[in-house]
């Protein structure tokens, strides 16, 4: 079956720390990936997405994500979080010529400390 | 900026009873989806719509719960009889068409007791 997997469940970060999640996906055909961020008490928000070209996508409030096609890999990373990164974070993925379902991984909390 | 609208926000409800929810998608946005996030995991599509005809349903249990999206705008989901797994959040989340990026709307969170 198709699944998404997120390695981390809960992250805690001290301000200008660095940040990378881990977002691994089970398809074999092509994909679409994004990343989807939710701020408490906000609805889910798009960080990035890629679907072709080149494989480092930046998003949104300084976030990057790199697309490793032989790792099936899609992380999230931020050279420098502020405490207002904290949030949860979603990988998400969208197996290519599908009717745009959107498979989720289980999310990662990110606790951005001052 | 336009965007998803959901009512109500929050729904407590008995078991057995009858709940519906509400979406309307941005406007000219063809396809919409209702999705259920259960706490600690991510959303899960229950049901896709294509204007108005049913795209994917394979995760909707239909014994209990339907989803109608009549002239192809707004939209509705209901459960009847609710149960206690039942409780989570329900989303809807549009896009223009299916290849789209997809805009979410602020949930319904659902309790049953």
């Known amino acids: 079956a198709q699944s998404v997997s997120q390695h981390n469940h809960h992250v805690i970060l001290s301000e200008a720390a660095s940040l990378e999640l881990g977002c691994n996906y089970s398809?074999?055909?092509?994909?679409?990936l994004f990343w989807y961020v939710q701020y408490p008490g906000q609805h889910l928000q798009l960080l990035l997405k890629?679907?072709?070209?080149?494989?480092l996508v930046k998003g949104i409030k300084g976030f990057e994500a790199e697309f490793i096609k032989s790792k099936f890999s899609f992380n999230l990373r931020k050279p420098s979080v502020q405490w207002s990164d904290t949030a949860e974070y979603f990988c998400?993925?969208?197996?290519?010529?599908?009717?745009?379902?959107?498979?989720f991984g289980q999310g990662t909390t990110l606790q951005v400390k001052p | 900026e336009a965007e998803v609208a959901q009512s109500p926000r929050y729904k407590i409800t008995e078991k057995s009873q009858a709940v519906a929810f509400w979406c309307d998608p941005i406007?000219?946005?063809?396809?919409l989806y209702w999705y259920r996030q259960i706490l600690g995991q991510g959303p899960e599509l229950l049901v896709q719509?294509?204007?108005?005809?049913?795209?994917?349903d394979s995760q909707l249990p239909k014994d209990r719960f339907s989803a109608e999206r009549l002239k192809g705008v707004d939209s509705t989901l209901k459960i009847q009889p609710a149960e206690l797994g039942d409780s989570a959040m329900y989303l809807c989340?549009?896009?223009?068409?299916?290849?789209?990026?997809?805009?979410f709307g602020p949930g319904t969170r659902l309790t049953v007791t």
């Open positions: 890629y679907f072709s070209g080149d494989p």
């Open positions: 406007s000219g946005h063809a396809t």
């Open positions: 989340a549009s896009s223009l068409d299916m290849s789209y990026e997809q805009y």
């Open positions: 719509f294509q204007d108005e005809s049913v795209v994917d």
């Open positions: 998400a993925v969208n197996p290519s010529g599908n009717t745009g379902k959107l498979i």
């Open positions: 398809y074999g055909g092509t994909v679409n």
